[in-house]
């Protein structure tokens, strides 16, 4: 089988794991969550980076910090993997989700714009949805398989109508708008380092943000909200949400890595551009101000499903897009922003394909000459 996207462990990671258990220091205390936090602020060009236990838990700590609480909107893209939209609901507040783009796949800014004209007004409490009375109280664009769209526009967008902006970035370590990484632009950003992430500490998690008091609370709120560093008193609801030792200790070695990681992702990209040859087969249009990661390289086919079983017969392990949000039964009675019907289009054509960043150049084309037999 070749598999879709699986880590790649051949650096410091057994040794760093090693020393953790050979000096106790295991748990959510030890140097290594400091490391790793300083070298992935550094790296996104952050003041501070708060690690925590996955990137479900950043999106949800970073939710509340930017502001969002019960009974609020939160305006989502409707294509993205669904654990924005399970934060959004750990708050309290239901996803506002919105349509995306043909070309880049993410969240559609013509209409968000539209919508944010024609359907908001703004009182007292911030920007409400006209039709149902209730508060918008952030926006959370996905950088959807490591894309970024037109950050500086949905900036401006969410300035003028007094919107915090969290940036979904975990699919997106290693991608750059013009000078700045993704998760650097909003108030706060979040990235993951779950098992198919192009870093990976199994599971975790990062909050980053530029804002110091941002990132005491964040670090604050993680651990269990403890005020006093001997006494156990707690002077809010805390959340068991930060890093251990032992998976920081992966982390800082996969860092290691990250570029070797991120040169990989790009020849991969460079060999399955090949595959454009094909008529009908194009990817996610990235724009010149983007450098991308290639995070998951995928593809949108004609007879997407047809392609899926014959790949599948042919041990390569492939995936389609997410099914969008809006036909989720969790969020299928909300408010919902049609377009042009894009993220329905995109699920039914698109399929992700192996792209690990230990891919060899020999899988790579035992890919590509299966996907032009399918074609032939
Ligand atoms: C877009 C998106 N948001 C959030 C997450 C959640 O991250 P985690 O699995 O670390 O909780 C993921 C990946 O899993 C993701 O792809």
């Known amino acids: 089988?070749?598999?879709?996207?699986?880590?790649?462990?051949?650096?410091?990671?057994?040794?760093?794991?090693?020393?953790?258990?050979?000096?106790?220091?295991?748990?959510?205390?030890?140097?290594?969550?400091?490391q790793f936090?300083?070298?992935?602020?550094?790296?996104?060009?952050?003041?501070?980076?708060?690690?925590?236990?996955?990137?479900?838990?950043?999106l949800h700590i970073s939710l509340m910090l930017a502001g969002v609480g019960q009974g609020d909107l939160v305006i989502v893209p409707d294509i993205t993997f669904v654990a924005p939209l399970?934060?959004?609901?750990?708050?309290?507040?239901?996803?506002?989700?919105?349509?995306?783009?043909?070309?880049?796949?993410?969240?559609?800014?013509?209409v968000l714009e539209d919508f944010l004209k024609k359907?908001?007004?703004?009182?007292?409490?911030?920007?409400?949805?006209?039709?149902?009375?209730?508060?918008?109280?952030?926006?959370?664009?996905?950088?959807?398989?490591?894309?970024?769209?037109?950050?500086?526009?949905?900036?401006?967008?969410?300035?003028?109508?007094?919107?915090?902006?969290?940036?979904?970035?975990?699919?997106?370590?290693g991608s750059w708008y013009r000078s700045g990484h993704a998760g650097s632009f909003g108030?706060?950003?979040?990235?993951?380092?779950?098992?198919?992430?192009?870093?990976?500490?199994?599971?975790?998690?990062?909050?980053l943000t530029n804002d110091e008091a941002l990132a005491k609370k964040a670090k604050h709120l993680t651990t269990q909200a403890k005020s006093d560093p001997e006494e156990y008193f707690h002077d809010e609801v805390g959340y068991n949400y930060r890093l251990v030792n032992i998976l920081a200790a992966m982390g800082v070695a996969q860092m290691e890595q990250l570029p070797a990681f991120l040169k990989r992702k790009k020849e991969v990209r460079q060999r399955y551009a090949e595959l454009k040859e094909i008529p009908g087969i194009c990817t996610q249009v990235v724009s010149k101000e983007v450098d991308?990661?290639?995070?998951?390289y995928t593809v949108r086919c004609p007879r997407q499903k047809e392609l899926r079983q014959f790949l599948k017969a042919q041990k390569i392990e492939v995936r389609p897009l997410w099914a969008p949000m809006h036909s989720l039964p969790a969020f299928s009675d909300g408010v919902f922003v049609r377009g042009k019907g894009n993220s329905d289009k995109l699920y039914s054509e698109c399929l992700s394909l192996p792209c690990s960043s230990g891919i060899t150049d020999e899988e790579?084309?035992?890919v590509i000459g299966a996907i032009k037999k399918f074609y032939r």
């Not at 699986?6 to 140097?31: A, F, H, Q, R």
């Not at 979040?190 to 199994?202: D, H």
């Not at 991308?292 to 998951?296: E, G, K, S, T």
Request: with cysteine; proline share 3%; hydrophobic share 40%.
């Open 37 to 58: 936090e300083n070298k992935v602020a550094e790296f996104c060009g952050v003041r501070h980076a708060v690690a925590t236990c996955n990137g479900t838990a950043a």
């Open 119 to 173: 359907e908001t007004r703004s009182d007292k409490q911030g920007c409400i949805h006209t039709a149902t009375g209730r508060r918008i109280g952030a926006i959370l664009p996905v950088h959807v398989l490591g894309n970024i769209g037109e950050i500086e526009r949905l900036l401006r967008l969410a300035a003028a109508y007094g919107l915090p902006v969290v940036e979904d970035a975990t699919e997106a370590l």
């Open 364 to 366: 790579l084309s035992e």
């Open 86 to 110: 399970n934060a959004v609901k750990y708050t309290g507040a239901d996803p506002l989700i919105v349509d995306v783009n043909e070309g880049d796949w993410q969240m559609d800014l013509d």
């Open 187 to 207: 108030l706060l950003g979040c990235l993951s380092f779950n098992g198919n992430k192009i870093l990976t500490t199994g599971g975790g998690g990062m909050i």
């Open 292 to 296: 991308a990661n290639w995070w998951l």
């Open 1 to 34: 089988m070749i598999p879709l996207s699986i880590p790649n462990l051949s650096g410091n990671e057994w040794k760093y794991i090693k020393e953790c258990l050979d000096t106790n220091w295991v748990s959510s205390v030890g140097s290594y969550v400091t």
